[in-house]
């Protein structure tokens, strides 16, 4: 008895990534043609922290359950805001008149660029709720009310 070769079916992928080319091979009893060049493709681009998933370990923490939990209530971002805060603190309260060239002044240039993204990411956050605002007004003013009434509370609040 002769075996028939099965011919794939045209995926239009490379070879390399044809998820079907180790199992057909296998089958085929054809494992170093299943393995060849590896099952994986050479080639991997994957964003970097586009959800910003980290895994916690202990291979890279020594106390992962801590760590997690801390993570959980303070997210490194704001670990990292308090901490350059205090340092932009420490270093305007030094040195009242600019901090001298070199990393002190490259930090305070940087803590600025952040404070500015931070003001353009507030006045985008309010002009979205006043389309927001324009919204309900148009298509639901019961709701435009309750939302105009909140809104002018919290101002007289914070001012």
Do not use: C
Request: proline share 8%; no cysteine.
């Amino acid at each position: 008895m002769t075996a028939t070769r099965v011919e794939p079916a045209v995926t239009g992928l490379p070879p390399s990534l044809d998820p079907w080319r180790f199992w057909r091979s296998l089958m085929q009893g054809d494992l170093a043609s299943a393995v060849a060049g590896g099952v994986a493709p050479n080639t991997l681009v994957q964003p970097i922290l586009p959800g910003w998933t980290l895994n916690i370990n202990s291979h890279n923490s020594s106390a992962p359950q801590t760590e997690a939990a801390i993570v959980s209530q303070h997210s490194y971002g704001r670990q990292i805001g308090r901490i350059a805060d205090a340092l932009h603190a420490l270093i305007a309260g030094l040195f009242p008149d600019g901090a001298p060239a070199g990393p002190l002044q490259q930090f305070q240039a940087l803590w600025q660029a952040i404070e500015a993204v931070k003001r353009q990411s507030a006045a985008d956050q309010l002009t979205a709720i006043a389309d927001n605002l324009a919204l309900l007004r148009r298509d639901d003013p019961p709701a435009y009310e309750r939302a105009r009434r909140a809104l002018e509370a919290a101002l007289r609040q914070s001012a």
